[in-house]
């Protein structure tokens, strides 16, 4: 999937640099990205020596591509295969909007393998984007939030809100920090219809504790922390917000798991109660 991955961004339109994130492999990768980078100026890779998750390594890899002085940070994961005009489009909405002043960040539109919405990857329509309708013609839609696959960031976004929290591990890290730029920090953000990817998942499934498989329940107690964490920072509504979720959780355990039901309560409860006082710090760039 990485292969596909490097071999669709470099076939892009808009050429760009590309910056990958090896979180300690330990099958062939590593060999791989050696032996294809010293044939490529405009690839490069790090190593981060250990397994720092999905949100460690997007952490660490947005610090590189800042510090390193790239205006803009295009990311995703690497099973995201991009259309070939995906960051042409992009950058086009960029212009439309009148330059990264004037945004948080743009998303792209996620498909899966068979051209339907990814629906882990749906992103959260602001409920007053007719303030913004005139870019509806442009096929750009204000949002709330989104996941990193396919996220155009300025780097003046990053400077001013800071990091995705690396200590999330997995899970979450992507809405807290889309919520940081879109709620907390009332930055606009968008959805550029015209540029999509593909999502190349297994199966087009969303998650749930309920009905996920019985090797994956223990992950969720990344989910429900982060998330007490992040709902925390938007005061009361967040918070209520947060236990209806949970609440709702509950419901779909009782009636609609088919195994584990015990385990699948113990994991969301005993989360709810280590999010109230998990604190990580939000690391800044200088």
Not at 51 to 70: C, S
Request: proline fraction near 2%; charge should be positive; hydrophobic fraction near 35%.
């Amino acid at each position: 999937m990485l292969k596909k991955c490097i071999y669709a961004l470099e076939a892009q339109i808009h050429n760009c640099d590309i910056i990958v994130i090896d979180n300690a492999s330990t099958d062939e990768t590593a060999v791989w990205l050696k032996q294809y980078t010293n044939e490529k100026e405009n690839i490069c890779f790090f190593n981060t020596g250990a397994n720092l998750g999905g949100a460690g390594g997007f952490n660490y890899g947005i610090r590189k591509a800042v510090e390193a002085g790239y205006d803009y940070v295009w990311i995703m994961d690497d099973d995201c295969i991009p259309n070939a005009d995906a960051l042409e489009k992009l950058m086009n909405a960029d212009k439309i909007l009148g330059g990264p002043e004037n945004y948080g960040y743009l998303s792209s539109v996620v498909l899966w393998t068979d051209g339907a919405e990814c629906k882990m990857n749906r992103q959260k329509i602001r409920k007053a984007y007719y303030e913004n309708v005139h870019y509806l013609k442009d096929s750009i839609i204000q949002v709330e939030q989104s996941t990193f696959v396919s996220l155009l960031f300025p780097a003046q976004t990053i400077k001013k809100v800071g990091l995705p929290i690396k200590d999330f591990f997995i899970w979450g890290d992507d809405i807290e920090y889309t919520r940081r730029i879109t709620v907390r920090n009332r930055m606009n953000s968008f959805m550029v219809g015209s540029s999509q990817v593909i999502h190349a998942m297994k199966e087009n499934t969303g998650s749930s504790i309920a009905t996920d498989v019985p090797e994956r329940i223990n992950r969720y107690r990344y989910a429900f922390r982060n998330e007490g964490y992040l709902y925390r920072q938007e005061g009361i509504k967040g918070i209520v917000y947060y236990i209806l979720k949970c609440g709702l959780n509950f419901c779909r355990i009782i009636f609609k798991a088919k195994d584990h039901k015990s385990k699948r309560c113990w994991v969301l409860s005993s989360s709810m109660i280590k999010g109230l006082w998990f604190n990580p710090q939000i690391e800044y760039l200088d």
